[in-house]
Antibody
Framework: QLQLQESGPGLVKPSETLSLTCTVS??????????WGWIRQPPGKGLEWIGS???????YYNPSLKSRVTISVDTSKNQFSLKLSSVTAADTAVYYC???????????????WGQGTLVTVSS | QSVLTQPPSASGTPGQRVTISCSGS????????VNWYQQLPGTAPKLLIY???QRPSGVPDRFSGSKSGTSASLAISGLQSEDEADYYC?????????FGGGTKLTVL
């Protein structure tokens, strides 16, 4: 059974960089059938797509966050990571890593989610 | 402001049928498939419907999805108390995932 686990600091200071890692177990991150993504959810609010990465390193970012986001992949460790720079209180959220299942062009879904990790931006 | 539009709330009594709508545009729902996710309090979302109307293994057939043009809907028949949750529609839009704002379903 595939499992995804987020890890990283739960508290980040304003203007600093938020860094999270997602460790994938029970399957290979190098499969051509999947993308790997990050989604966040501010407390009491809805879901926001941050971006995704293919095992080859191709990335796709939400335009609203693109200037601050970097997603990378380490196939040797079966991990992918998120960096979000210059954070503010508005970046406080539960951050989820997830697997994007590519069924065919235009037909994608998130079939596995991590449990999520709360990151609070505060001094 | 979410890219896809859902009603913020819906409700029904046990046994009833409820529907949740999701409205988008030609670049997302109009061009790609729609997925639905169920989020129980304090947990990660769970895939409920994929490819507009397909259920993953383990999802009861009380849940069904449909799509027409730039809109989609989720129907839940035989409503049960454990269906009380937040429901999100999602689609792809130019290599970017987009979500609806979520609908809080209350079972009265």
């Amino acid at each position: 059974q595939l499992q995804l686990q987020e890890s990283g600091p739960g508290l980040v200071k304003p203007s600093e960089t938020l860094s999270l890692t997602c460790t994938v177990s029970g399957g290979s991150i190098s499969s051509s059938s999947y993308y790997w993504g990050w989604i966040r959810q501010p407390p009491g609010k809805g879901l926001e797509w941050i971006g995704s990465i293919y095992y080859s390193g191709s990335t796709y970012y939400n335009p609203s966050l693109k200037s601050r986001v970097t997603i990378s992949v380490d196939t040797s460790k079966n991990q992918f990571s998120l960096k979000l720079s210059s954070v503010t209180a508005a970046d406080t959220a539960v951050y989820y890593c997830a697997r994007v299942n590519v069924r065919r062009y235009g037909d994608y879904d998130i079939d596995y989610w991590g449990q999520g990790t709360l990151v609070t931006v505060s001094s | 402001q979410s890219v896809l539009t859902q009603p913020p709330s819906a409700s029904g009594t046990p046994g009833q049928r409820v529907t949740i709508s999701c409205s988008g545009s030609s670049s997302n729902i109009g061009s790609n498939t729609v997925n639905w996710y169920q989020q129980l309090p304090g947990t990660a979302p769970k895939l409920l419907i994929y490819s507009n109307n397909q259920r993953p293994s383990g999802v009861p057939d009380r849940f069904s999805g449909s799509k027409s043009g730039t809109s989609a809907s989720l129907a839940i028949s035989g409503l049960q108390s454990e269906d009380e949750a937040d429901y999100y529609c999602a689609a792809w839009d130019d290599s970017l995932g987009v979500f609806g704002g979520g609908t809080k379903l209350t079972v009265l």
